[in-house]
């Protein structure tokens, strides 16, 4: 057992897996450029206020799951690590003065976030998103981009089944009347209620039902419906989102009881599943409109939608099917040398060749010629560029490892060949061509 270990709940992304990650955040990139989302970074740890108010003192997030930091000093401040992007970026909006920019800003934020989870399959301590926030516009047609949005993500990340559940929960005219009917409906229940969700009863009926424990799956199957006690003005809203939906082709499915687990939400919300595997733990993201909650974070009242897609759920996923796919960025050439000793010429080549813009990389090692090449053909190296006696007259041997051919080239032609001869070996031209065993 090696002494020391990634810490619970967090874990190590080796090459393979970060190749993975680095692909979505690519594809998130390019989609948030498309559609208008510009980059925005803010600190990964914020005064813990801005999360208690924000995403609310009584959900899970915060009362068991916020990464306090301890202090150093007194400073009279309280930090947390972000468990989301959402509350920093709407934070950021306000101390900017984005409100006098062009509305809606348009944000988008790829990193990890951080929650003391008790960690399992799919749960971590620390974990990336793919964030999306629309500030400054009540919808409803940007409700429906966004879905758009999240879907186009997963069929361009490989997942094409993902499936989108979609809610109202109301606003504050019509959400106290909502939770009055939700207690009134649990309230004769409260002593045969697990004692968690006896205390969520009241402190924040509307948990209840998203409630984790299967004892509450039949009771919650009979509680009010928020849809059916959305004031006038939420009502139009979401039939307006879904109307938007419909014009798109968007395919979603209505569930009543998805409240999301924080408590900005307002009016649409929504989340990303695998078929068959809606869960509380499961989901692959989740987002929805917040109209509230600049107002919380003290500044002026300001619409805004947005969502958090979980990239390591993703990979999960990808995995899972066998289609993770890894763009792993392996050497064009391997430059090797008949002579062991001679590390100083292997060393030159390659960094004129890195310096032309070729992927290359030196055997450094002092190892016989047939060592050097063994370990080149272990590679999933296309090239190996070979030197010897030849390069008394300015010429060096290329090797095609893929065709199983070989060519004297002079050194002034060597990153033109490799350069055109690695861009027809991404194109497929002699993949067929290839000894057996080699991939
Ligand atoms: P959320 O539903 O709490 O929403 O998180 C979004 C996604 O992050 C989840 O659906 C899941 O894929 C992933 N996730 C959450 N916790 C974990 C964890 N412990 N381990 C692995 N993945 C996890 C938000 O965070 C909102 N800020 C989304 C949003 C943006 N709403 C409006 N704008």
């Not at 998130?28 to 208690?52: C, H, K, N, Q, S």
């Not at 108010?53 to 690590?81: C, N, P």
């Not at 920019?101 to 301590?125: C, E, H, I, N, S």
Request: hydrophobic residues 40%; proline residues 6%.
């Amino acid at each position: 057992m090696p002494p020391f270990r990634a810490p619970r709940g967090t874990r190590d992304l080796l090459p393979t897996e970060r190749s993975a990650f680095r692909r979505l955040e690519a594809v998130a990139a390019d989609l948030a450029r498309r559609y208008g989302y510009r980059e925005i970074e803010t600190p990964m740890f914020e005064e813990a206020a801005v999360f208690e108010r924000g995403v609310g003192a009584v959900t899970d997030v915060i009362e068991k799951e916020l990464f306090r930091i301890a202090h150093r000093s007194d400073e009279g401040e309280s930090w947390a690590l972000r468990p989301e992007p959402t509350a920093g970026i709407v934070r950021a909006y306000i101390q900017h003065g984005m409100q006098t920019w062009p509305q809606p800003v348009k944000l988008t934020m790829t990193g990890p976030m951080f929650r003391y989870d008790r960690p399992q399959a799919g749960r971590y301590r620390q974990f990336w998103q793919f964030d999306i926030e629309a500030i400054g516009d009540p919808g409803p047609a940007i409700d429906a981009e966004i879905i758009e949005l999240g879907r186009s993500f997963y069929r361009l990340a490989g997942l094409d089944e993902v499936e989108i559940l979609l809610n109202s929960i109301g606003d504050a005219a019509c959400r106290p009347a909502y939770i009055a009917a939700l207690t009134a409906y649990y309230a004769p229940h409260a002593d045969r209620l697990p004692a968690i969700e006896r205390e969520r009863l009241h402190k924040n009926p509307l948990r209840l039902l998203d409630s984790k424990d299967p004892a509450m799956a039949e009771l919650n199957a009979g509680a009010p419906r928020i849809t059916d006690q959305l004031c006038d003005a939420c009502q139009a809203h979401f039939t307006a989102v879904r109307g938007h939906l419909a014009v798109l082709g968007i395919v979603y499915r209505l569930e009543p009881a998805l409240v999301r687990g924080l408590d900005y939400y307002t009016r649409t919300a929504f989340e990303f599943y695998i078929p068959g595997r809606q869960g509380q733990q499961q989901a692959l993201g989740g987002g929805g409109r917040y109209d509230g909650l600049a107002g919380l974070l003290g500044g002026r009242p300001t619409p805004g939608i947005g969502f958090g897609l979980g990239l390591d759920r993703i990979v999960l996923a990808l995995q899972a099917k066998g289609a993770l796919e890894s763009s792993e960025a392996a050497s064009v050439a391997v430059v090797v040398g008949a002579d062991p000793a001679d590390t100083a010429t292997r060393l030159r080549v390659a960094t004129d060749l890195r310096a032309a813009g070729i992927a290359a990389r030196a055997d450094l090692s002092r190892r016989k010629l047939g060592k050097q090449l063994e370990s080149a053909a272990k590679e999933r190296v296309h090239f190996v560029v070979i030197i010897g006696d030849e390069l008394a007259d300015g010429n060096v041997q290329l090797k095609d490892l893929d065709a199983g051919s070989q060519q004297l080239v002079p050194l002034a032609d060597l990153a033109r060949k490799l350069a055109s001869g690695d861009k027809s070996h991404r194109h497929g031209v002699g993949e067929s061509q290839g000894p057996a065993g080699r991939s």
